[in-house]
């Protein structure tokens, strides 16, 4: 645990009680004794009105009436608070309302040297999905889909969903079991299990009409959604070697299922195995634009036939051209 995580529950674990001693603290949070008085110090030097009682068995109170001291930020802290919001205008994140005001709460505490110097790396640094004609501080105007927030809080709850979309002019409502929630190609998708067809199924949120817990009695078990899904794991059919720059480009971007090993101690070569579906269009597309990106530091051991007929195809365009 580090220093200043260590330092802020030991507040809150003496803000609760009316009296600690020091061996108290040392057993709670497994620390020495010095490690124990150094952090009881700065406790006290960050404002907790600490009263120390002197004898044999004496120890430590918090003076009544006390609260825990005002959060301050230091400078470092500040910037990378902004940074952190100006690196992520654009991306559709989910809470955007409560991260506009938390900006304007921020401000409101630091002083005006502090806003002034967010003016200025507001002005310098530009990131991916910036307006440079109008960096605006606080202009974190990207709402989301507006089904986003009521998913993430349902499945706080409950992962079993219900949930209702609209595919071309068709209602359909599926109920599953979801796994993972996860944003690619700058749109959000649902990864579930779908329990009355028992196989994956993936979802994009911004099809959502509806979202609410789908009903115990219809409930397959977990483990049983486990067991079905092992069963269901799709045969690696591409297997391809990468050197030093196609990691490079694989860090750069790759799709969200496919994943690499690395196979020396240095990370210079790796392999990649996993499995594409030839009989889906827009997949076998990505991973034959996927794979050109990856440029020719490749060594491709095994490929289905319709992807090395779609690289073919893409490598005659650019011989013609």
Same mark, same amino acid.
């Given at each position: 645990m580090k220093k200043v995580e260590r330092i802020n529950i030991i507040m809150r674990y003496i803000n609760n009680r009316a009296h600690f001693t020091i061996s108290e603290i040392m057993q709670e949070f497994n620390i020495s004794r010095s490690t124990a008085i150094r952090d009881i110090r700065e406790i006290e030097a960050m404002g907790m009105p600490l009263v120390a009682e002197?004898?044999?068995?004496?120890?430590?109170?918090?003076?009544?009436?006390?609260?825990l001291p005002t959060v301050r930020f230091t400078d470092n802290e500040i910037k990378a608070l902004f940074i952190a919001f100006m690196a992520t205008r654009n991306l559709q994140l989910p809470y955007l309302?409560?991260?506009? $005001?938390?900006?304007?709460?921020?401000?409101? /505490?630091?002083? @005006?040297?502090?806003?002034?110097? =967010? *003016?200025?790396?507001?002005?310098?640094?530009?990131?991916?999905?910036t307006n440079p004609h109008n960096p605006d501080l606080l202009d974190l105007s990207d709402l989301p889909h507006p089904m986003l927030e009521q998913l993430i809080q349902n499945l706080l709850m409950d992962c079993y969903l219900a949930v209702t979309v609209e595919e071309g002019r068709e209602i359909k409502s599926y109920p599953?079991?979801?796994?993972?929630?996860?944003?690619?190609?700058?749109?959000w998708q649902i990864e579930g299990f779908d329990l009355e067809e028992e196989k994956r199924r993936i979802i994009p949120v911004d099809n959502l009409t509806d979202v609410k817990p789908y009903p115990e009695k219809k409930r397959i $078990?977990?483990?049983?959604?486990?067991?079905? /899904?092992?069963? @269901?794991?799709?045969?690696?059919? =591409? *297997?391809v070697e990468l050197g030093p720059k196609a990691i490079a480009q694989f860090k750069k971007y790759h799709p969200l299922k496919i994943s690499i090993s690395?196979?020396?101690?240095?990370?210079?070569?790796?392999?990649?195995?996993?499995?594409?579906?030839v009989h889906h269009?827009?997949?076998?597309?990505?991973?034959?634009?996927?794979?050109?990106?990856?440029?020719?530091?490749?060594?491709?051991?095994?490929?289905?036939?319709?992807?090395?007929?779609?690289?073919?195809?893409?490598?005659?365009?650019?011989?013609?051209?």
């Amino acid at each position: 645990m580090k220093k200043v995580e260590r330092i802020n529950i030991i507040m809150r674990y003496i803000n609760n009680r009316a009296h600690f001693t020091i061996s108290e603290i040392m057993q709670e949070f497994n620390i020495s004794r010095s490690t124990a008085i150094r952090d009881i110090r700065e406790i006290e030097a960050m404002g907790m009105p600490l009263v120390a009682e002197v004898g044999r068995d004496g120890g430590y109170f918090v003076m009544k009436n006390s609260v825990l001291p005002t959060v301050r930020f230091t400078d470092n802290e500040i910037k990378a608070l902004f940074i952190a919001f100006m690196a992520t205008r654009n991306l559709q994140l989910p809470y955007l309302k409560s991260r506009h $005001s938390l900006a304007e709460k921020l401000l409101g /505490l630091i002083s @005006q040297n502090q806003q002034d110097d =967010l *003016v200025l790396l507001n002005q310098i640094l530009l990131f991916e999905g910036t307006n440079p004609h109008n960096p605006d501080l606080l202009d974190l105007s990207d709402l989301p889909h507006p089904m986003l927030e009521q998913l993430i809080q349902n499945l706080l709850m409950d992962c079993y969903l219900a949930v209702t979309v609209e595919e071309g002019r068709e209602i359909k409502s599926y109920p599953i079991y979801l796994m993972r929630l996860y944003r690619e190609k700058s749109s959000w998708q649902i990864e579930g299990f779908d329990l009355e067809e028992e196989k994956r199924r993936i979802i994009p949120v911004d099809n959502l009409t509806d979202v609410k817990p789908y009903p115990e009695k219809k409930r397959i $078990s977990k483990k049983k959604i486990v067991e079905q /899904l092992s069963k @269901q794991e799709e045969a690696v059919n =591409l *297997v391809v070697e990468l050197g030093p720059k196609a990691i490079a480009q694989f860090k750069k971007y790759h799709p969200l299922k496919i994943s690499i090993s690395y196979t020396n101690p240095y990370q210079t070569t790796a392999i990649l195995k996993t499995f594409i579906n030839v009989h889906h269009p827009e997949e076998l597309a990505e991973v034959t634009n996927w794979l050109l990106f990856l440029g020719e530091d490749i060594k491709v051991r095994e490929v289905p036939n319709k992807v090395l007929e779609g690289l073919q195809e893409r490598m005659d365009v650019f011989g013609n051209d």
